[in-house]
């Protein structure tokens, strides 16, 4: 972590975290001109506020930090401290006082995500000011979430014309070759060949051949089975249904659900945590060409019933079909699946708010739980059972795309769970991965979303 310093703390400016009722006891405590200087500059320690205070050389000697209202401890919220490291001036920082380590681990991953730039393109030379590690810190747990996080939104920030179904699966390739996984490549032809008739019918269209990207890691009898799956459209241009301009401006973005099972389950590898993981990314582009899938179409799938195209910018449900048929073929105790599935979803929740469905309470409410804790927020919406109608074909066993679109994401999930054995818990999360305007920690742009709830609730559950 470039920001983050292993710096003994001698010479760094200590920022010091006041709450607005702490404030006037603490004034008390300082030098006259120090509380006329908090008076005249109106600093009241609201959430966010600082205020640079010079030592009699005119150094910076020290930074008070607002944290608003006392009760909640200080910097409960990473992106409290996720503005500090743009908004200082250059520089090495230390937090005063002890932290709990719950909350020195989110102003070190607050700081980390301060950092972030896209920078494939263009040398980002925006300097950012450096924090001493605070004590107490799982920094290995810190360096993990925020690499995992760039890893998500490097692989998302890419265009298409960098990122198609060939680097996602190098991009793959080089995570699983770094804690010595096995990761096979199923493409082309041979998808055919290995049955995962619906990956290919939507992804044949492209210059780069469809994908299903297999990673498999810590596989030891006894250990519990970890499935994570993530929607790789590379691109979605919407098929021969093309999308407008508008609809189709950011869907480079269509693989986030694959960067995300990647980011995860690189974390879970790094810490590895005693699982036995699987990761399932069906990578594709829905393009057009003469050989395109076509609104009409009847597709096979994987599981052997057949699904009617209602709609060719429907993609993403029919190649995760194959993939969470697969997934589920060996029993998971747990199938996490990621996907940038509906607009319907962003209608419903908007776009920082990512739609959670779950075909088991108990998953669903320990998930929601360590979204709230971690918060990393996620949303539960229902599988419907009555809707389940809306998701069958004429002529098909299956529509990919229900008439009226009412309840789209519903529907969507509906017709993924026809794929899962209903003995198997799985999460579904229908979500955006993507910043439409700039916050501190979080630029516009590529964004993960539920993915530290996410390694939370697997280290709960299958940790040590
Ligand atoms: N990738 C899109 C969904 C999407 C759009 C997610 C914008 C996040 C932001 C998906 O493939 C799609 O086009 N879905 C259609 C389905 C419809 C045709 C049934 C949608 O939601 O409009
Ligand atoms: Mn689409
Ligand atoms: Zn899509």
């Not at 069958?392 to 509906?414: M, R």
Request: glycine share 10%; proline share 6%; net charge positive.
């Amino acid at each position: 972590m470039r920001y983050l310093s292993k710096n003994t703390r001698a010479n760094a400016i200590p920022i010091i975290p006041l709450g607005n009722n702490a404030l006037r006891s603490w004034v008390k405590r300082q030098s006259k001109p120090l509380g006329n200087w908090i008076r005249r500059t109106r600093f009241k320690a609201d959430p966010g506020a600082i205020s640079l205070v010079a030592g009699s050389d005119g150094e910076l000697a020290r930074v008070l930090f607002g944290t608003g209202p006392s009760g909640a401890p200080a910097g409960e919220d990473i992106w409290e401290w996720a503005s500090l490291a743009a908004r200082l001036p250059e520089g090495l920082y230390r937090v005063e006082g002890s932290l709990d380590p719950a909350i020195a681990g989110r102003v070190a991953l607050g700081w980390a995500l301060g950092t972030y730039a896209f920078s494939r393109y263009r040398d980002d030379a925006t300097p950012f000011a450096r924090l001493v590690w605070p004590a107490n810190v799982d920094r290995a747990h810190v360096e993990r979430t925020a690499r995992a996080i760039f890893l998500a939104r490097d692989l998302i920030n890419t265009p298409a014309s960098d990122m198609g179904p060939r680097e996602l699966a190098q991009a793959a390739r080089s995570l699983a070759r770094k804690s010595g996984a096995r990761c096979r490549v199923i493409k082309g032809e041979e998808l055919i060949r290995e049955n995962y008739p619906a990956i290919h019918a939507v992804g044949r269209a492209s210059a780069q051949a469809p994908r299903l990207i297999d990673i498999r890691w810590g596989g030891r009898r006894g250990r519990p089975k970890l499935a994570l799956v993530g929607k790789g459209v590379c691109f979605d241009s919407g098929g021969l249904d093309l999308k407008p301009a508008a609809g189709m401006a950011l869907m480079k973005k269509d693989m986030s659900g694959a960067a995300h099972a990647l980011a995860l389950a690189g974390m879970v590898m790094e810490a590895k945590l005693p699982v036995s993981l699987r990761v399932l990314v069906p990578a594709v582009e829905n393009s057009l060409s003469g050989n395109a899938f076509r609104p009409g179409d009847v597709v096979a799938t994987r599981k052997g019933t057949t699904v009617e195209i209602g709609n060719t910018d429907a993609e993403g449900r029919v190649i995760l079909a194959d993939a969470l048929c697969e997934a589920a073929s060996e029993r998971p105790d747990l199938i996490i699946e990621f996907a940038t599935l509906t607009g319907s979803a962003r209608v419903a929740l908007g776009t920082e708010l990512p739609a959670l469905f779950c075909n088991d309470d108990a998953t669903a409410e320990a998930f929601l739980a360590h979204a709230a804790a971690e918060g990393d927020p996620l949303w539960r919406m229902p599988l419907w059972d009555p809707y389940r109608d809306k998701v069958k074909g004429k002529v098909a066993d299956l529509t990919n795309a229900p008439e009226g679109g009412y309840g789209g994401a519903i529907t969507a999930a509906l017709f993924l769970r026809e794929f899962v054995d209903p003995r198997i818990p799985w999460a579904h999360i229908d979500f955006m991965a993507w910043n439409l305007t700039s916050k501190p920690g979080r630029p516009e742009g590529a964004e993960a979303m539920g993915l530290r709830a996410a390694y939370a609730l697997i280290r709960d559950r299958f940790g040590k």
